[in-house]
C-alpha cells in the first residue's frame, strides 16, 4: 500500500440523496449519480427528516453492529493515527506539572474513545467525551468502564468524564473547558454542522498549541449520499448533513486560526473488506462490509486533517 495506506469505506446504512433510493439497494442511477456529480460538489444540507440528536438517539443500538464500512475504515486508520495524536500532543510536555486532557468531541458510542483510553500515554491524561446524544454516550461509557475493569486500559487516564453536549450551541458548552483542552479527536461529525460553527467549538476547547485530528465524509461520497440509516420499519432515516469539500475545510480551518499540519489524508474503499482478507495487517472477514458497497471500491470516500491551534 501507498504511504500513508488511509483506507475508507462506504457506510451502507447511508442514505442515498437522490430520495427514491436507500443507498443500500443496488441501483444504477445512483452509481451513475456518482460519476456525475463527484467533482460537483453541493453545500447545503440533504433534506433532512429529522435532527441529529433524534437520528443518533434511533440509531445507537445499531450503530456499531449494522455493517458501517465507514466505520470499520474509521476504526483501522485510528489505530495508527491515535499513536501519532499520542506523540503529538505529549510532545514538548514532558515537565508539565498537571494531566493532559484530552477530547472525543463527537465521541458517539466511544469506537475511538477506548482507543484513547488504550494508547501508549506517558504523561497522566484526563479524558473528556462529549456527544450529542444521551443513548450514545451510554453506550460509549459503557465500552470505557468495561475496558477499565478488564485492565486493558492505560493506568496513564486518571479520569473520563462524558458529557451531553450540542456543539451547534456554544452558549451551553461546559464553561470550564473553555481554552482547556491539549488534544481533540472529532471523527466522521464536521459533516453534520456548518463549517464556521464546528471550528469555532474547535476553538473554544482547544488550548494555545493543542492539536486535532479531524476525519470526515469524503465529498465525492457526500455529493450522493449522507448519515443515516432504515429502520425496522423500513423508513429511510436521516438528519442534518453538508457535503463539505475537503477544500473548504481546510479553508474554515485557516479562517479560524487553525495551522494545518500537513496534506489532507484520502482514502477509497477496499474490496478486502467486503470479500474478506487483509488490509494494512489488519484481517477482515468476509462481509464485514456490506456488498451494495462494492460500487465505492477505488473511489475516495473518507478524508482527514491534523490542525493545530497556534499559540498567540
Known amino acids: 500500500m501507498t504511504q500513508p495506506s488511509l483506507l475508507t469505506a462506504f457506510d451502507t446504512s447511508l442514505i442515498a440523496v437522490d ?95 477506548v482507543k484513547l483510553l488504550r494508547a501508549g500515554w506517558d504523561h497522566s491524561v484526563d479524558l473528556v467525551a462529549w456527544d450529542v446524544s ?33 456543539f451547534a450551541d456554544l452558549k451551553r458548552f461546559p464553561t470550564r473547558y473553555h481554552e482547556q483542552i491539549d488534544g481533540l479527536i472529532s471523527t466522521l461529525v464536521v459533516e453534520h454542522l456548518p463549517l464556521d460553527v464546528y ?50 475545510i481546510i479553508e474554515a480551518a485557516r479562517m479560524a486560526g487553525f495551522e494545518v499540519m500537513g496534506p489532507v489524508q484520502e482514502a477509497a474503499l477496499h474490496a478486502a473488506m467486503i470479500d474478506g482478507g487483509q488490509v494494512d495487517g489488519q484481517t477482515f472477514a468476509r462481509g464485514t462490509v456490506r456488498e451494495t458497497a462494492r460500487r465505492w471500491v477505488g473511489k475516495n470516500v473518507w478524508c482527514g486533517f491534523k490542525l493545530k491551534k497556534p499559540v498567540e
Open 19 to 113: 430520495r427514491s433510493f436507500s443507498s443500500t439497494e443496488t441501483n444504477t442511477s445512483i452509481a451513475t449519480s456518482i460519476s456525475n456529480e463527484e467533482h460537483q460538489p453541493h453545500h447545503v444540507s440533504n433534506n433532512p427528516n429529522m435532527d441529529n440528536n433524534e437520528l443518533y438517539e434511533r440509531w445507537a443500538g445499531t450503530y456499531d453492529s449494522d455493517g458501517n464500512p465507514l466505520l470499520v475504515v474509521d476504526d483501522l486508520r485510528m489505530l495508527d493515527l491515535i499513536p501519532a495524536f499520542v506523540v503529538d500532543v505529549q510532545q514538548g510536555k514532558e515537565s508539565l506539572d498537571r494531566r493532559l486532557k484530552i477530547m472525543d468531541l463527537g465521541c458517539g458510542t466511544g469506537r475511538n474513545t
Open 199 to 248: 471550528f469555532h467549538a474547535l476553538n473554544s476547547v482547544l488550548r494555545p498549541g493543542g492539536i486535532a485530528l479531524v476525519t470526515n465524509m469524503h465529498e465525492i461520497m457526500g455529493n450522493v449520499t449522507q448519515a443515516g440509516f432504515t429502520s425496522v420499519n423500513g423508513d429511510r432515516l436521516k438528519g442534518v448533513s453538508y457535503a463539505h469539500t475537503a477544500n473548504e
Open 134 to 166: 444521551k443513548a450514545m454516550l451510554a453506550i460509549a461509557q459503557s465500552k470505557c468502564d468495561d475496558l477499565k475493569k478488564s485492565g486493558n486500559s492505560n493506568a496513564a487516564v486518571a479520569e473520563i468524564e462524558f458529557d451531553i453536549v450540542d
